[in-house]
């Protein structure tokens, strides 16, 4: 189990109790001790000292809107950061500096995709960045599989590619990619978009069985049909293996 909560500014206290209680409502347990990111800065800094030791970072004072200038530039791409501040100079960063915090950007090699694309690994705000992170807290949770949502698929590649740099001599993590979860009127689910949450499914009589049914159908690992499941029932009936098949199995 893990919070990852390294985002502290946006942190609403207690969130972390009612995630706990809604997973054991819905009859989900973990091992060991759950681990909050908050508390896991040390890790991250030591990575990412281990990587520029690679020569692989670099600063960058870009914006959004820098980006958004450049993609809109001719050959530009639309959500592809142009390596604009890969090449500066020592002195060009020291004057840089000066006016702005950057963040630090990892290089990555041009075989993994059609452009540089190189991406945040710590923030201008000193936060350290979700891909760095949770690569580094799989390391050290020794995760070998990951499904997660299909809006995460981009993020694989980069994943990979800093677990390999952290830990060449580890075997890969096994990443499915799972189509998003819908609401009632076939939207993603989103606490942005007003969706409902389990505790209010919960608080509407809902029970905990008819939730991960609804959940499951939404993404075709249940028939339509039914209308329950709890999750000794999931776990005797669904086989990772034969629902990879119905997953996005990307890498």
Excluded at 188 to 200: F, L, N
Aim: proline share 4%; charged share 25%; net charge negative.
């Amino acid at each position: 189990m893990r919070m990852e909560d390294l985002d502290l500014p946006r942190v609403v206290a207690g969130s972390d109790d009612q995630i706990l209680r809604d997973l054991e409502w819905l009859g989900l347990d973990w091992d060991g001790p759950i681990v909050y990111q908050s508390e896991r800065t040390d890790l991250y800094q030591r990575a990412l000292l281990d990587l520029d030791a690679l020569g692989l970072c670099y600063p960058c004072f870009c914006s959004r809107k820098d980006i958004q200038v450049a993609a809109s530039a001719p050959h530009g791409k639309a959500g592809v950061y142009p390596g604009t501040c890969r090449s500066l100079s020592v002195g060009e960063v020291a004057m840089r500096t000066r006016i702005k915090s950057p963040a630090i950007r990892l290089k990555m090699p041009t075989e993994i995709g059609d452009s540089c694309d190189d991406f945040v690994i710590r923030r201008a705000d000193a936060l350290f960045a979700y891909q760095l992170a949770v690569t580094v807290d799989d390391l050290d949770q020794g995760v070998t599989e990951v499904v997660r949502g299909a809006d995460l698929i981009d993020s694989t590649p980069k994943q990979i590619y800093l677990a390999e740099l952290l830990q060449p001599e580890r075997g890969g993590i096994n990443y499915l990619h799972a189509p998003l979860m819908l609401d009632d009127k076939g939207r993603r689910m989103s606490k942005r978009d007003g969706s409902i949450s389990a505790k209010q499914w919960r608080r509407s009589g809902g029970t905990s069985e008819q939730l991960l049914a609804h959940l499951l159908t939404s993404i075709g690992i249940l028939e339509e049909t039914q209308e329950c499941i709890a999750i000794g029932e999931l776990i005797e009936q669904v086989d990772i293996k034969l629902i990879a098949g119905k997953l996005l199995s990307m890498y």
